[in-house]
């Protein structure tokens, strides 16, 4: 069993900068795959970026690339993902989730996740 928590949202200007970070509680946390989504109000939840138990493979969404960046420690049992530049279409609940993988795999498709934290909600204003 995995629990994930969230933190480090908020509500931040247009162009400002924000850090989540996703704290999870498995012992063997270098085993997962981990991801950030998002949900924004009417819409469906989103794949955000990605990062594979090494941390070696990331991967982002085509709307983040160049703003967000997406790092864990594994020693620390926390993942991160630092928001620049962000724009008010960024705003959302963002979720971090987890899944045991073998090798460098990390999924963009919500369902294969199984792992969930609560949320934290992003608020950018204009």
């Known amino acids: 069993q995995v629990q994930l928590a969230e933190s480090g949202g908020g509500l931040v200007q247009a162009g400002g900068s924000l850090r989540l970070s996703c704290a999870a509680s498995?012992?063997?946390?270098?085993?997962?795959?981990m991801a950030w989504f998002r949900q924004a109000p009417g819409k469906e939840r989103e794949f955000v970026s990605g990062?594979?138990?090494?941390?070696?493979?990331?991967y982002y969404a085509d709307s983040v690339k160049g703003r967000f960046t997406i790092s864990r420690d594994n020693a620390k049992k926390t993942m991160y993902l630092q928001m620049n530049n962000l724009m008010p279409e960024d705003t959302a609940v963002y979720y971090c989730?987890?899944?045991?993988?073998?090798?460098?795999?990390?999924?963009?498709?919500?369902?294969?996740?199984?792992?969930w934290g609560q949320g934290t909600q992003v608020t950018v204003s204009s």
């Open positions: 989730a987890a899944v045991w993988t073998f090798g460098d795999y990390v999924p963009i498709n919500e369902y294969e996740y199984n792992y």
């Open positions: 498995a012992r063997t946390f270098s085993t997962y795959a």
């Open positions: 990062i594979s138990r090494s941390g070696t493979s990331t």
